[in-house]
């Protein structure tokens, strides 16, 4: 059974602390790995995705990272705005569902 | 550009009441949808998926169904409303691999 686990639950982080968020996944043939940024009350918004082991995608002050059984959401001088919380997904190579994990939940301090 | 329409933004309704959540996809054909029901500070609980008209897949057993009756179109439903049916809603379309959300429906059971 495909499944997803996130870490840390919560984050709490000073402006311009740079760490990492954790996804760790077990699926019967990876498709692709999302990330997602959620904002209270809103729909998830589309960050990243990862299809093989090594893999690298950067915007702004986000990196995401794959290996074969996790992803790294690496944030560099996070800035308050970049509180949200940041969701993890696999796809199977059936290519239908799409599995969600519990999110990590980023508090950025100015 | 792909647009996914998710309506009403937030609903109050009585246990034993009927629902019906619908979503639509604008922009492209063919596309797999998706319902997921989101609990406070909680990750994304998949629902139902379909990969084509009336083509519905179940992944957890309880008080609703779905139907694709249009190409671009999802429907989520219940006949009798229970009261741990509470929760943010959320419908979702993919053509390759990621997901694409729209904004959620925070349904309240009273």
């Known amino acids: 059974e495909d499944q997803v686990t996130q870490s840390p639950e919560a984050l709490r982080l000073q402006e311009g602390e740079s760490s990492s968020l954790n996804c760790s996944y077990t699926v019967s043939g990876l498709r692709g790995l999302f990330w997602y940024r959620q904002d209270p009350g809103k729909g998830p918004e589309f960050l990243f995705t990862?299809?093989?082991a090594g893999e690298e995608k950067e915007k702004e002050r986000l990196k995401a990272t794959l290996t074969k059984k996790e992803s790294f959401l690496h944030i560099t001088a996070p800035k308050p705005e970049d509180s949200a919380t940041y969701l993890c997904a696999v796809q199977d190579s059936s290519a239908s569902k799409i599995i969600f994990g519990s999110g990590t939940r980023l508090s950025i301090r100015p | 550009s792909q647009t996914i329409h998710q309506w009403p933004a937030t609903l109050v309704q009585p246990v034993g009441s009927p629902l019906s959540l619908e979503c639509t996809v604008e922009g492209t054909s063919n596309p797999n949808l998706y319902w997921y029901r989101q609990a406070a500070g909680r990750g994304l609980q998949l629902l139902f998926y379909s990969v084509g008209i009336g083509q519905i897949s179940s992944e957890v057993p309880q008080n609703l169904s779905a139907s694709r009756p249009q190409d671009r179109q999802f429907i989520l439903s219940s006949k009798k409303l229970l009261l741990s049916d509470s929760g943010f809603y959320l419908c979702?379309?993919?053509?390759?691999?990621?997901?694409?959300f729209g904004q959620g429906t925070r349904l309240t059971v009273v």
């Open positions: 979702a379309w993919s053509v390759r691999t990621e997901a694409f």
């Open positions: 990862l299809y093989s």
